[in-house]
């Protein structure tokens, strides 16, 4: 679960906010050569403003290669090249933007919580199996699966959490 809960925050990061992080830019995979490789292994990503992101291939033929991951991984950003580096500035986000993303961490929350209810699912059967081989006795059994319960009540609170503060942040204009 705590794994589960560990990536939800890693794909939140990569949702845009009115600031620019290098993270907005993990998911793009650029062809190198022949293999797709992630951004930040062909080229260093740093925002130097709060509304642009700066992007130094480590080869310049990668430009273009760059350039047009960026526009093909669909997340509205026009990067634009000056021949050494590539900026990537963040428009401003429209109301009807920010809803659409609102609508789309509360989609990956979703998802977050339907794994953790599936990490109960597997942590109970192992108690009944334990239980019918005789290792648990049955109040064992029923303390576990109230352990267990408890715990996905706990992680669930926290992506909710999570997702209240992520829909803050992307609300704030």
């Given at each position: 679960m705590s794994k589960t809960l560990a990536n939800f925050k890693g794909e939140l990061t990569k949702v845009r906010t009115g600031r620019a992080t290098p993270a907005l830019l993990d998911g793009v995979r650029v062809d190198y050569y022949g293999s797709e490789?992630?951004?930040?292994?062909?080229?260093s990503v740093s925002a130097p403003e709060p509304r642009q992101l700066l992007i130094q291939p480590w080869e310049q033929s990668m430009l273009q290669v760059i350039e047009k991951a960026i526009l093909t991984a669909d997340l509205g950003l026009n990067p634009q090249n000056d021949g050494k580096l590539i900026r990537v500035p963040l428009p401003m986000l429209t109301e009807e933007r920010r809803k659409d993303l609102v609508k789309q961490i509360k989609k990956m929350g979703e998802e977050c919580k339907i794994a953790l209810r599936n990490e109960r699912r597997d942590a109970?059967?192992?108690?009944?199996?334990?239980?019918?081989?005789?290792?648990?006795?049955?109040?064992?059994?029923?303390?576990?699966?109230?352990?267990?319960?408890?715990?996905?009540?706990?992680?669930?609170?926290?992506?909710?959490?999570?997702?209240?503060?992520?829909?803050k942040e992307i609300m704030s204009v």
């Open positions: 490789m992630p951004l930040n292994q062909v080229a109970n059967e192992e108690i009944k199996k334990a239980e019918k081989d005789k290792e648990l006795t049955q109040d064992d059994a029923k303390k576990s699966a109230e352990q267990v319960q408890k715990k996905t009540d706990d992680f669930v609170a926290d992506v909710d959490k999570l997702l209240a503060a992520k829909e």
